[in-house]
């Protein structure tokens, strides 16, 4: 029987109860309007797009759901998976209040298309990220099961967020006091290519790393190559990041070295596919977050090819719209869609692992179920469908600047949203339920901190 200092070393070892899902659920509110601005007003959101309303969709995506997401999933892979304490703290709650009010700022700004307060949002955003990756950061370095490579490629995401957000901020600024050198719409791609490479699929290599040989399962990559992609890939978005600023004909070369990079990723990826390892028990199959998350790495493949063709084209009006199509297959095909497909396996090993919090030395009741067993299967695979074929269908949207079809994909994205939220039913349940409630025959965690 465990003692009463096992137990709480290992209740510290465990995700916090509520604050993971306060971030989550934001995401997913995000997500959900995200959606159904296409699915009730695509006119507003096709042709060029630097506009502000899709501007506000846009955002919605990037803060509201895959940043959102990540400072989420902090909270859980860094005690499960990284060996890293992530306690939620009342400080941790406000820190919380605060980035929801700035991301909220930035979008609700690019909705009404009044810019006063639109910078002083961004810095509140810049300053709840920061304040996250630094609790996440200073454990994370002295831990010692984790590969130097993959707290570098941690580190380096949170320091390209940063970058992103003081371009953003400048930005807004920019529109109401214009100072800023050089072409706008070249200025707002070095933003937009820094936060979607440089922090959001930085902070996705950076994870599955960790996370897909849990996951698919295989053995755990390490050595000198994560080293070698990682500081590829950095060193093709840095480039690519100030090559857009100056307006430089670089810009070709770095963008080919950011596709070296992902390049390199994809290498890990396949080794990792080459090396399996036993399933853990009760894996249900078909895998329905592994195969989101594979599908997310489809375009992400798809978008690093298209990314590579515009950087050489001539700007043309197809290319226009095919940039169109490389920002949704980028930002919705891959980034949203991985969120999508961690979460599958991420959430419900939390609430399964959370059971354990409510384990005493005198009731050490393990819960009776696995993990994959406290999702709804059903609608698992409604959302994989709709997502499935969403996607594509949206970016035959933007192509053809077809008002039905992007409607129609904002209905289908906007369902597959509401069955993927659904799905997880029991485990929204169980964390706002009474501390000490039953959860499938164990304790509800009534001693975490969060």
């Not at 995700?15 to 934001?26: H, I, M, N, T, V």
């Not at 699929?201 to 990559?221: D, G, H, Q």
């Not at 060193?235 to 810009?251: I, M």
Request: net charge positive; charged share 10%; proline share 7%.
């Amino acid at each position: 029987m465990p003692t009463s200092d096992e137990l709480l070393s290992r209740r510290e070892r465990l995700p916090p109860r509520r604050l993971p899902l306060l971030y989550f659920g934001f995401a997913y509110l995000s997500l959900a309007t995200a959606f159904a601005a296409f699915a009730f007003a695509p006119a507003s959101l096709l042709g060029f797009f630097y506009h502000p309303r899709l501007l506000f969709v846009v955002h919605l995506l990037t803060l509201g759901w895959i940043t959102a997401s990540i400072l989420g999933a902090l909270h859980l892979v860094g005690p499960m998976a990284l060996s890293t304490p992530m306690p939620a703290r009342r400080r941790d709650y406000w820190i919380f209040a605060f980035y929801v009010f700035g991301s909220t700022g930035v979008i609700f700004h690019f909705l009404v298309e009044e810019f006063s307060g639109l910078g002083l949002s961004g810095l509140i955003v810049a300053g709840c990220v920061g304040e996250v990756g630094w609790k996440a950061l200073r454990p994370l370095a002295s831990a010692p099961r984790v590969p130097g490579a993959v707290k570098l490629h941690f580190a380096l995401a949170f320091a390209n967020f940063l970058a992103a957000a003081a371009m953003g901020v400048l930005l807004a600024f920019h529109k109401l006091w214009p100072f800023l050198p050089g072409y706008i719409l070249s200025n707002v791609y070095a933003h937009v290519h820094m936060a979607a490479l440089g922090w959001a699929t930085m902070t996705v290599f950076a994870a599955a790393y960790r996370l897909l040989p849990m996951f698919l399962p295989s053995a755990m990559p390490g050595g000198f190559s994560l080293y070698l992609t990682g500081a590829v890939f950095e060193a093709g978005v840095l480039g690519l990041f100030v090559t857009l600023l100056l307006r430089s004909p670089w810009e070709k070369g770095f963008a080919v070295v950011t596709a070296l990079g992902i390049a390199g990723f994809f290498a890990h990826v396949v080794v990792m596919k080459l090396r399996p390892r036993p399933a853990p028990r009760g894996l249900p199959r078909p895998d329905l977050g592994v195969a989101q998350a594979l599908l997310a790495l489809a375009y992400l493949l798809a978008s690093t090819v298209l990314g590579l063709y515009l950087a050489f084209a001539e700007t043309t009006e197809t290319t226009l719209k095919l940039a169109a199509v490389y920002g949704v297959a980028a930002l919705v095909g891959f980034l949203a869609q991985m969120v999508v497909g961690i979460s599958g396996r991420l959430l419900p090993v939390y609430s399964w692992l959370a059971a354990y919090s409510e384990a005493t030395a005198e009731d050490p009741t393990p819960p009776a179920n696995t993990p994959h067993e406290l999702v709804d299967r059903r609608l698992q695979a409604l959302s994989f469908a709709l997502w499935a074929i969403g996607v594509p269908l949206l970016a035959a949207g933007f192509y053809t600047d077809g008002e039905a079809l992007a409607s129609a994909a904002g209905w289908l994205l906007l369902t597959a949203v509401v069955a993927g939220a659904a799905s997880y039913a029991t485990l929204w349940r169980d964390a706002w339920g009474p501390l000490g409630g039953d959860r499938g025959g164990a304790q509800g965690p009534k001693a975490t901190s969060g």
